[in-house]
């Protein structure tokens, strides 16, 4: 059973490789830079402060704690365990029919990857906290997750299997710290209703 999902993951990560061209080796390469970015998460930050307003420092911090967790349990709790080499390396069983673009791989070893445990960690945060605001935001968020995590595969450095895991990792992460920031909201929410009180029955 393994061994033959194993095999599907292969073949589908060659598959899914294997579709490229020109154009979309510099698109794809370019969606899958953390710095390309940086104007939206900005816009991101705009739209925490609009619908938070006071809590938006609390979510600035839970996303940056929520990232760090993702980060770290990706590299030492999967990479590190499972040692699953990228596809794009040599000791991968299907090193010689990848399309690697611009000669870049990454690091050794692949399951989980960290782009796609990160976008969906934020992805999912955000839809928890903010997504009910704005129409359309659940589905444009997780398709932004979704089209970073897949440039990890066309570049051929993760394989499908190693986007999926990621994706998986970083949802529960996104709901556990999502869970956490509203009990904190509350609690915020509650204290100042009694201190407001305490003070106008004075």
């Known amino acids: 059973m393994i061994e033959a999902l194993k095999n599907f993951d292969q073949q589908i990560t060659i598959w899914l490789n294997n579709q490229h061209t020109p154009f979309f080796d510099d698109v794809m390469f370019w969606i899958s830079d953390k710095y390309i970015w940086v104007p939206f998460y900005a816009f991101l930050v705009l ?3 609009f619908k938070l307003k006071k809590h938006s420092i609390t979510a600035l911090v839970a996303i940056a704690i929520l990232i760090t967790l993702s980060d770290q ?9 499972f040692e699953r080499f990228r596809p794009c390396r040599d000791g991968s069983p299907i090193h010689e029919m990848i399309h690697i673009v ?3 791989c990454g690091g050794k070893y692949g399951f989980v990857s960290s782009h796609a445990s990160n976008t969906f960690a934020l992805a999912v945060f955000l839809v928890l906290i903010i997504g009910k605001y704005f129409k359309y935001f659940t589905p444009l968020i997780l398709l932004w997750a ?8 066309y570049l051929g450095v993760h394989y499908l299997g190693d986007i999926i895991g990621g994706a998986i990792l970083g949802s529960i992460l996104g709901i556990f710290v999502a869970f956490v920031f509203h009990k904190s909201r509350q609690y915020i929410n509650n204290n100042s209703k009694k201190i407001t009180g305490f003070t106008s029955h004075e």
């Not at 349990?73 to 365990?81: D, I, L």
């Not at 979704?146 to 595969?153: F, G, H, K, M, Q």
């Open 102 to 104: 611009r000669g870049h």
């Open 47 to 49: 739209l925490m402060i």
């Open 146 to 153: 979704a089209i970073v995590s897949y440039s990890r595969v």
């Open 73 to 81: 349990f990706s590299v030492h709790f999967f990479k590190e365990v």
